[in-house]
């Protein structure tokens, strides 16, 4: 294999275990939920006429109420799947006990479904069993798809959700920490917000193999959208109750 190939190689099994660990999730929805969540908060509050401060409270709130929410849900998520995968590496101890002898025929057929020729297929699956925890690795990759060297770290997934929602936050409150008023807060906050929406949507549409200019304008539009339904509901609260 040549060094590009290996490199190549490496970059993909990187990708594939960022996504199966939760990180790549966790970061991209992290700062996007950031992004959009806390520019509803500032724009509908901002358009209902309230001052500059009611406007910064609120979406600081906003901040602090995602980055924890963000950051319990993904604990809350990766911890449950490590224990559910754990779970499954668990009853494969067992039947390792129970039957091993199914266990290598199993990966013995796995082999030969993946194009092995039987004989060599048989071999290898023999020569995997010959220790207890190589037999694991393989299996579980092999023929129940889990790597257990790739089960994420809850603590890892709440870390980067909370600093990154917090990153993303803090984009749409930058006209209010300046002390911008009126219609020009509002402006510059779906501004800062599309455009650093745009790198999100690139990132993760270059990250997917898909194209950049469909995934930034795909984050830049839901931005812009949101931010428009956000304002209109402000402004008709804000008319309607006389802010």
């Known amino acids: 294999m040549t060094k590009n190939n290996s490199n190549i190689s490496s970059a993909l ?6 996504v199966q660990r939760g990180g790549a999730r966790a970061a991209v929805l992290g700062v996007n939920d ?3 969540s806390t520019l509803c908060i500032v724009v509908g509050v901002a358009a209902t006429g309230a001052p500059n401060m009611a406007v910064l409270t609120a979406g600081l709130a906003g901040l602090l109420a995602g980055a924890i929410s963000m950051a319990a849900g993904e604990w809350i998520s990766v911890r449950t799947q490590v224990e559910l995968f754990e779970g499954v590496l668990g009853d494969l101890k067992k039947a390792m006990k129970a039957d091993r002898q199914l266990l290598v ?3 013995s057929d796995n082999f030969r479904e993946h194009g092995i020729d039987t004989k060599t297929a048989t071999i290898a699956a023999k020569d995997v069993a010959t220790k207890d925890k190589q037999l694991m690795s393989m299996y579980s990759a092999q023929v129940i798809g889990l790597n257990e060297d790739e089960l994420g770290s809850p603590w890892n997934a709440a870390i980067s959700s909370f600093v990154l929602f917090t990153i993303g936050a803090l984009i749409p409150l930058v006209p209010w920490l300046i002390n911008l008023h009126g219609t020009l807060s509002i402006f510059v906050a779906v501004s800062l917000t599309g455009f650093a929406g745009l790198f999100v949507g690139a990132y993760t549409a270059r990250s997917s193999g898909k194209a950049i200019w469909y995934g930034a304008l795909r984050q830049f539009l ?6 428009a339904v956000t304002y209109g509901i ?3 609260f804000g008319v309607a109750t006389g802010i």
Do not use: D, M, P, T
């Open 13 to 18: 099994s990187e990708r594939a275990a960022q």
């Open 34 to 36: 950031g992004l959009v």
């Open 105 to 107: 025929k199993n990966l």
């Open 222 to 227: 839901i931005i812009v959208f949101s931010a």
């Open 234 to 236: 402000g402004h008709l």
